[in-house]
């Protein structure tokens, strides 16, 4: 039987919102005539010229950060990297962030996330190891004192996806960004949620850190197995 009483609903209104947001700073941005390499307005004017809250602005500005649309520089400020307008602006993929939408995103992120693995272990610098074992650290940490570690656990990931080489693959789980976070939420409401998982993290490190492509892909197909397994599990 079916427990509808689990699943995180999509903040439909914020979507909705930020999607507003996103099309009249990108008609902002096309009236104004920016340019590549152009600085953007300071948040405070376009707050007033769009009457748009801060949170929202911030959160259309993060999200076109990690399509590589712009770039935010400490002290200077946010850069455009393209041209953007509401015709070619990346707007959301529209996931069902049910249990049938959350088994059909593990799909594509199986396919996205076994090759990225595969990459770093691959391409991955010094600097890149050093980063995914602090994320690997913290993610043990929390895991240990908490039983779970959802926003840590994604970040491990994220760091894995920067070491590969190809932006297009955070690119790409940007556009999920919905579903993957409510996925990495379900430990809020099921607090072993994947937890079996969490040995194969380190192992998954490992083999990146060994340079070993086929181990790394194994061991991330062992981490994603154990998700799909407990979403099924939460969903029938």
Request: proline content about 5%.
């Amino acid at each position: 039987m079916m427990q509808p009483d689990w699943r995180p609903q999509p903040p439909r209104a914020a979507s909705a919102r930020m999607s507003m947001v996103m099309r009249a700073v990108a008609e902002y941005i096309g009236r104004s005539d920016l340019q590549p390499g152009d600085c953007l307005p300071a948040e405070r004017v376009l707050m007033a010229e769009l009457s748009v809250g801060r949170s929202t602005l911030r959160e259309v500005i993060r999200h076109w950060q990690a399509l590589g649309v712009v770039e935010s520089r400490r002290g200077s400020g946010t850069y455009l990297l393209r041209r953007i307008s509401p015709e070619t602006m990346h707007l959301p993929l529209v996931v069902n962030t049910g249990g049938n939408g959350l088994l059909q995103m593990m799909e594509v992120r199986r396919g996205l996330e076994v090759e990225a693995s595969a990459l770093a272990a691959i391409r991955a610098s010094a600097a890149d190891l050093e980063l995914i074992e602090s994320k690997l650290l913290t993610m043990e940490a929390v895991f240990r004192e908490n039983g779970c570690a959802g926003p840590e656990d994604l970040e491990f990931h994220l760091s894995i996806y920067d070491a590969c080489g190809n932006p297009l693959f955070g690119q790409l789980l940007s556009q999920m960004r919905e579903s993957v976070q409510t996925l990495f939420a379900m430990s809020r409401v099921r607090t072993d949620f994947a937890s079996r998982s969490f040995p194969f993290h380190r192992e998954l490190f490992e083999a990146i850190a060994a340079k070993d492509p086929d181990a790394a892909r194994a061991k991330t197909l062992s981490i994603l197995a154990i998700v799909e397994e407990d979403i099924k599990d939460m969903i029938t």
